[in-house]
Every structure is written in structure tokens, then in C-alpha cells.
């Protein structure tokens, strides 16, 4: 397959004569963005501006209001004291709905409050990206590295698709061309793709610990993770990739209406995706809380979460938030005090853990059952292996 491409890639260079003469400015710039030399600066400025916005605007300020003068500050005691005359302080009905996890207090909170300002900035920034006509380019500038984990350049739509659901990308997985390009893909977004608003949870965190050389550690684990895993499955899963052939619009200024159309079109649909699954996380939360098996759950994992994670043992409530949703789990990371090296790990940690239900069942579906158990696994293990490595050698770093 590499020789064949590489002839190609002579004929080419034999008959086509590339010339900047009489070029307009954005036939000069969808070069430039495609050209490894210009093109990999540009996509880093990229996702430094996209860390800016969504870790530094939305999250600080845009979150710090919603989240603290809107749901903290107004709705959540308004409620309380509704449901404080109907039911006796303490109760079970009173903790189920306005207790620490409750039903009509956190839960609203941490959806309207923290989730959907994140969710809303990545997909406004999302749709500018589509409608520039840059993630076209994005995938031709990355195909040779794709092709290094079993994949093509194509592949850079379901990944970018699962920054902002994972749900979908893992549908949309079936524009690759072959079983293996599927299974593989399903299996890194399971695994080190995490969705809009787990990731702006996470830039959230990151940006409020300061030192950005933490943000460069957590995206080099993830990275990192993402290469190995893609690398392994490339090799254990037989076939070969397959050509990438994909037509590239021209760059072009993006219009106001289509990004506003977009970004307010997804928002609705993650809201009406997630709403019952934190609902239903929240319950159980509450439930195990009330009945003390939260507490149980917290000693029985605090060997690793304590010694081997080097983590509060409270953080092992975000976990079992994380088995409902990776981004509930985010979620909860974010309201808990930890230390800058904590919040690392328990962010790895959080990144590569299971797949949410719905994801779960999309995957169940596309998949089959054996599949599933395998990348269920997996992702258990890895993301609790790679946390602990990583906050073993930043123990032993900082003494």
C-alpha cells in the first residue's frame, strides 16, 4: 500500500505544477492549512484559542455566573425552600430532590449551569470550524499520522464529531470504508476522545490550576494513550487502511446564521440527550448516599484512589458519577478542591473512563456484545493504569 502510494504521489509530482501565481487569499490559506509546515502551526494556534475561549472565557467567567450567581445563588434556595414546606427537612423525599445530589438542585445546576455554557461555546466554535471549510483539511493534513493507528484521514470526522458527542461520532463511524477503520475508531473514541462538555469541564479545571505545563501533561497522556492503543489495534486487528478520498470546499468566511443554526440545533439535542441520564445519575447518587453504600464504595476503592492515585478518597464519588456519564463525573471533579497534580490524574483518569450509557449502547448495537465487554474493560483499566502512572511520577518529581 505505501509504495503504491508513494508512486502516486511521484505521478503527481511529474504532471501537476503547483503555482501561488493569481491565487486568492483563501485558495493561498486552504494550502497553507493543509501543508504539514504551516499547517500543524495553525491547527495548534487553534486549539490554543479554542482552550482560551472555552477554558478561560466560558468556564471562568460565563460558568462562574451561571454556576454561582444563577444556580447556587438564586435557584437553588428558591427551590429549597418550596420543597422544605411540603416535605420535612432530612427526609428521604427532601434529599432525593434538593439534597447534595438532588434531582431539582444539583442536577439543574450542574446542566444548565456548567454543562450547557461549555457545550454551547465548543459548538459555536465547532460550526466556524465547519463552515470555514477547514476540517476538510484538518483530515488530509492528518492522514499520514491516522494511518500510523490503522485509520485514514477520514477518520478525522468521527474524532472531531466526538469532541462534541460520542454518542454520534460512534454512528458516524460508518463512513469509514472497513470493519477494522470502524472497530478501531469506535474503540479510540470510546477510549481518549472526551465530549464537549466533558472537555470543557476539563479546560475548565485545567485553566483554573494555572501552570500550563498541566495542560500539556494531560493532553501528552492523552495523546499518548490514543497512539498506543490505535498502534496495538493496528497491528492485532488484520486488514490495511484504506485510501482517503474526500472533497475539499473552499475556504470561505463563515456565515453568521449557519453557525448560530448549528451550534443552537446540537446544544438542543445534547440537552434533550443528557437531561434523563443525569436525572437518572443523580438518583442513584442520591440513593447510595442515603442507604451509606456511597460511603462503602469510597472504602472500598480508597486503596486506589488514596494510594495508587494519590486522591482524596471522595474523589471515587466522581467516579461512580463517570459510570453514568464521563462528563457527570467531570462535573463532579469540578466543584471538589484538589491539588494541581490531583486534578491531572483524576482528570486522566476521568478522560479514559467507560464510555456513557448512551455511547454503551450505540456501541452495543454497531458492535455486538463482546466487543463492548472488551472496550468496557479496557477502558476501566486503562484509564486507572495511566492515572496512576501519572500521578506516581508526579509524586516523585515534586518530592
Not at 466560558?58 to 425552600?81: H, S
Not at 459548538?123 to 484538518?138: K, M, N, T
Not at 490503522?150 to 454518542?167: D, E
Amino acid at each position: 500500500y505505501r509504495w503504491r502510494r508513494g508512486r502516486v504521489n511521484a505521478l503527481v509530482a511529474q504532471v501537476v505544477t503547483r503555482t501561488a501565481r493569481g491565487a486568492s487569499w483563501q485558495s493561498r490559506l486552504g494550502y497553507w492549512m493543509m501543508h504539514p509546515l504551516t499547517g500543524v502551526p495553525l491547527l495548534l494556534a487553534t486549539l490554543f484559542v479554542m482552550y482560551k475561549v472555552l477554558g478561560e472565557m466560558v468556564a471562568g467567567n460565563v460558568v462562574g455566573f451561571t454556576e454561582a450567581a444563577i444556580g447556587q445563588g438564586l435557584w437553588e434556595p428558591f427551590i429549597r425552600g418550596l420543597v422544605t414546606r411540603l416535605f420535612s427537612e432530612g427526609s428521604v423525599v427532601e434529599s432525593i430532590l434538593t439534597g447534595q445530589y438532588g434531582l431539582l438542585t444539583m442536577t439543574i445546576t450542574y446542566l444548565f449551569g456548567v454543562i450547557l455554557p461549555l457545550v454551547i461555546g465548543f459548538y459555536l466554535l465547532l460550526a466556524v470550524l465547519e463552515d470555514s471549510g477547514y476540517l476538510p483539511r484538518i483530515a488530509v493534513m492528518l492522514d499520514n499520522l491516522l494511518q500510523r493507528v490503522g485509520l485514514n484521514g477520514r477518520a478525522v470526522i468521527p474524532m472531531i464529531l466526538g469532541l462534541g458527542c460520542v454518542t454520534m461520532a460512534t454512528i458516524s463511524t460508518r463512513v469509514l470504508n472497513t470493519k477494522r477503520e470502524r472497530m478501531i475508531a469506535t474503540f479510540l473514541l470510546a477510549l481518549a476522545i472526551p465530549c464537549s462538555a466533558q472537555l470543557g469541564v476539563i479546560l475548565g479545571i485545567l485553566a483554573a490550576i494555572g501552570a500550563g505545563w498541566y495542560a500539556l501533561a494531560f493532553v501528552a497522556t492523552i495523546v499518548a494513550v490514543f497512539a498506543v492503543a490505535g498502534t496495538l489495534l493496528a497491528r492485532l486487528i488484520p486488514g490495511q487502511s484504506t485510501d482517503l478520498l474526500l472533497d475539499i470546499p473552499p475556504v470561505r468566511v463563515p456565515r453568521l446564521d449557519n453557525v448560530l443554526r448549528k451550534t443552537f440545533n446540537k446544544a438542543t439535542m445534547f440537552i434533550r440527550e443528557v437531561a434523563l441520564f443525569f436525572a437518572i445519575g443523580a438518583l442513584l447518587l442520591s440513593v447510595l448516599q442515603i442507604t451509606g453504600a456511597l460511603q462503602a464504595v469510597q472504602d472500598i476503592l480508597a486503596p486506589l484512589t488514596e494510594r495508587w492515585l494519590a486522591l482524596p478518597k471522595e474523589t471515587a464519588t466522581a467516579f461512580v458519577m463517570g459510570f453514568v456519564r464521563r462528563d457527570f463525573g467531570a462535573a463532579g471533579l469540578y466543584e471538589m478542591s484538589l491539588t494541581p497534580l490531583q486534578a491531572l490524574s483524576s482528570l486522566v483518569v476521568i478522560t479514559l473512563f467507560v464510555p456513557c450509557i448512551a455511547s454503551v449502547l450505540v456501541i452495543l448495537k454497531e458492535r455486538g456484545y463482546k466487543y463492548l465487554i472488551a472496550a468496557w474493560v479496557t477502558s476501566i483499566a486503562s484509564a486507572f493504569l495511566v492515572g496512576g502512572i501519572v500521578a506516581q511520577i508526579g509524586l516523585a518529581v515534586m518530592g
